[in-house]
């Protein structure tokens, strides 16, 4: 399996290169944007993990740029400050995980494997209606570029609710699938409505047109705003 590394620090591309081959990958660096970019038309990889802040075409570019060109491997942005705007534009860009430097050695090997693991699986990384965006991976949901924090619970329902997007979801399928009881009891629905109604809080609320919708005697269901 060959990873693409583009860091424009050299001591620090080079500790990570040496890092990977010892875990058996073949690794191929870049020092700048615009040779990254190269690379990665040129020879295919497996993986790629680049930084942001490089001299000339920064990281963003070089991800969305491959991202609008079908490039599909998983990436890890490596970011050298933590603000939630970095983290959402990095994922916005099209990575799938991101680093805040400096990182372990060690975390960034375990994030390398939970991706290529994840690899082939058909699963999306990422979920999103309109303007509401869920990576699955590092479990980060925004609207807007807004970040929403949500409980195990409510991940899990949003999760549900948007891969059905457009359809129509019942208390039924949320107290079997969700909750994993199979047979249904009342106290149950109004739990159900109880986490419905804080989740939609937290996604809807401020917004002039909801994507979390009730069906009326049916359930719920995710949509994209009709203009
Ligand atoms: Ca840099």
Redesign the pocket.
């Known amino acids: 399996m060959r990873i693409l590394i583009i860091?424009?620090?050299k001591k620090l591309a080079r500790a990570l290169k040496e890092s990977l081959e010892h875990e058996g990958f073949d690794v191929d660096v870049a020092h700048t944007g615009e040779e990254g970019f190269f690379l990665a038309n040129e020879r295919p990889c497996d993986l790629m993990i680049l930084?942001i802040?490089?001299p000339g075409r920064d990281g963003i570019d070089v991800l969305s740029t491959l991202r609008k060109r079908d490039w599909r491997m998983p990436a890890i942005i490596l970011t050298?400050k933590d603000t939630v705007e970095d983290r959402v534009l990095g994922l916005d860009c099209g990575a799938d995980d991101y680093l805040v430097k400096p990182f372990a050695t060690a975390e960034l090997l375990a994030r390398v494997r939970a991706l290529l693991r994840r690899r082939g699986d058909e699963r999306a990384t990422t979920l999103n209606v309109t303007d509401l965006a869920m990576n699955l991976i590092t479990r980060d949901v925004s609207r807007a570029g807004r970040s929403i924090e949500l409980t195990a619970k409510e991940f899990e329902l949003l999760e549900y609710l948007l891969r059905r997007q457009g359809t129509v979801v019942t208390r039924e399928m949320l107290a079997r699938d969700v909750w994993k009881v199979s047979v249904r009891a009342v106290p149950l629905d109004n739990v159900i409505d109880v986490h419905m109604a804080r989740l939609r809080k937290k996604v809807d609320q401020g917004f002039a047109v909801p994507i979390i919708q009730t069906i009326r005697g049916v359930g719920f269901i995710a949509r994209p705003p009709t203009p």
């Open positions: 860091e424009d620090e930084d802040m490089l050298a």
